[in-house]
């Protein structure tokens, strides 16, 4: 059943894919993809539903009072030689060992609708090499870039925690819905690298108000929220007391016309600021609306903001579906310096999914995304006028959250392609996946200018998956072999072999 996506785990991907397979499918998200799906749950019948039997988007609806009890997930992960992992919530895997859990119930009460689906992880976090770049930080903190709380590792002992994960209360009156909630959620349609808003990190306690799923209108669907949250710092960024917690508000607008069949196009827009005793006032309520600039040269200098356009096009007759995120950092100056660097801190994210029905029923799927976050051409020519995705000189720990990045998992200023082939049949599927990261481009270019033999820091991953579903469970086991090499922009060369597994146990069977 697919009443909650655990961040990490196969179900979202093959809801993408269901998706794509029933265009017929309604209501469907468009912006915003939560892990909470009942207000996404359908009548319509599945033309393509090849894991059927394990998986489901229909809810008892009708029915005033509801209770259902979440399939269990644990999770275990091998780093042999440093910490990896992407778009996993709060969890962390640190070098060595580690391991999650995942369970809870949900259900409603008329109109009040609750899940309760918290997550305990653990890592051994053994040692490895984080140098010392000249910052002045936390020994423990990424030493590239100073201003932003990104944890390279929780200290030096095996760490633990416990996180509220994928919960929330919702009042849902016919389309409209306030809740207060710390679920994850992402924004637009890329599967690995969305830029504003990713499952990367856990999910920060905010307040959401909006349409419950997309609302049908005779132009099309239109979908919206605004969130209002909080987002905390680390142990392993700095002691100033005025950085334990930053604000953030922002909204997101999704668009289905009706007269384009599989056009999408969108909106997001964050802004995130410091929050201690007296820093905000009635009018950052209404920050997402408002271009919020001082007077004089500085302008917006109390909040940090980023904004994407999102199109995406699916052709379910012949299983294709592509998409673009196009973002931008920080604000323009004016309509002159629009004209002359509409390019100035934008980043993006391309990407495209293709099926092939096989004999037997059987599916392949082919994927492709490629994500720019790096600036480091405008750099050189206008340094004055760069900002790093995801950093900030005022708001100092950066767009963070408990020390992991909200927006793409591969960091500021990096550059990502993944290529990633699913063998899809009725008891699971077989995955083969090719990815090359080059990390943080803008501090590359900073540091090592005119250097002929600079650091560079990047990235190659080949793994294999596998999924195998049985009548109360199912297992998957992946295998991750990565070249590293400049390793946080120190000369060596590294191996590092991953294996993830997770089980899952269907208790709605």
């Not at 991953?498 to 208790?507: G, I, T």
Request: charged share 20%; net charge neutral; glycine share 8%.
């Amino acid at each position: 059943m697919a009443q909650v996506f655990y961040p990490g785990d196969y179900t979202e991907n093959y809801y993408r894919t269901l998706l794509l397979k029933n265009p017929e499918v309604n209501p469907r998200p468009i912006m915003i993809r939560p892990s909470i799906m009942e207000p996404y749950s359908t009548d319509s019948t599945l033309v393509w539903n090849m894991w059927k039997d394990h998986f489901n988007i229909r809810f008892n609806k009708g029915k005033k009072n509801n209770f259902y009890v979440l399939n269990p997930r644990f999770s275990y992960v091998y780093n042999s030689k440093y910490p990896r992992g992407y778009n996993d919530g709060p969890v962390w895997s640190g070098r060595g060992s580690n391991a999650s859990l995942t369970a809870g119930v949900g259900g409603n009460f008329g109109i009040v609708h609750y899940t309760f689906a918290p997550v305990f992880w653990y890592a051994q976090n053994n040692a490895y090499h984080i140098p010392n770049l000249g910052l002045n930080k936390n020994p423990y903190s990424y030493p590239a870039e100073g201003n932003i709380d990104w944890v390279m590792r929780y200290g030096n002992e095996a760490h633990h925690e416990f996180d509220w994960g994928q919960s929330e209360v919702r009042l849902i009156y016919k389309n409209a819905t306030l809740g207060l909630s710390t679920a994850n959620f992402s924004w637009g349609p890329s599967r690995y690298n969305p830029i504003i808003m990713s499952k990367n990190a856990g999910g920060f306690p905010h307040l959401d108000l909006g349409t419950a799923r997309p609302a049908q209108t005779k132009i099309g669907s239109i979908e919206f929220k605004w969130y209002w949250g909080a987002l905390s710092k680390s142990d392993y960024f700095d002691e100033v007391l005025e950085n334990n917690r930053h604000y953030i508000t922002g909204f997101t607008l999704g668009y289905q016309p009706s007269f384009i069949k599989g056009f999408t196009m969108g909106l997001n827009r964050i802004m995130y600021t410091r929050w201690a005793s007296g820093d905000l006032s009635a009018k950052d309520f209404f920050a997402a609306f408002i271009r919020n600039t001082h007077k004089g040269l500085q302008k917006n200098d109390e909040y940090d903001q980023m904004y994407s356009f999102v199109l995406e096009y699916a052709f379910p007759q012949v299983g294709l579906n592509m998409y673009l995120e196009f973002a931008r950092n920080d604000f323009y100056g004016s309509i002159l310096d629009l004209a002359e660097h509409p390019d100035r801190t934008r980043a993006r994210t391309i990407g495209l999914t293709k099926t092939f029905d096989l004999d037997n029923g059987k599916l392949l799927e082919i994927n492709y995304e490629n994500t720019t976050l790096s600036s480091n051409q405008l750099q050189i020519i206008y340094p004055a006028i760069s900002a790093t995705y995801y950093v900030h000189s005022v708001v100092k720990n950066g767009y963070t959250h408990n020390g992991q990045i909200i927006g793409a998992g591969i960091g500021p200023g990096s550059n990502s392609d993944i290529f990633w082939v699913n063998f899809y049949n009725p008891k699971g599927k077989m995955g083969f996946t090719f990815q090359r990261i080059r990390f943080n481009d803008d501090y590359l270019v900073n540091a090592y200018a005119g250097v002929e033999d600079e650091p560079t820091d990047y990235e190659i991953t080949i793994g294999v998956d596998y999924i195998r579903m049985f009548d109360h469970f199912s297992i998957n086991p992946e295998f991750l072999l990565i070249y590293r090499n400049n390793l946080l922009f120190v000369d060596n060369e590294q191996n590092n072999f991953v294996v993830n597994l997770s089980l899952s146990y269907f208790l709605n069977r």
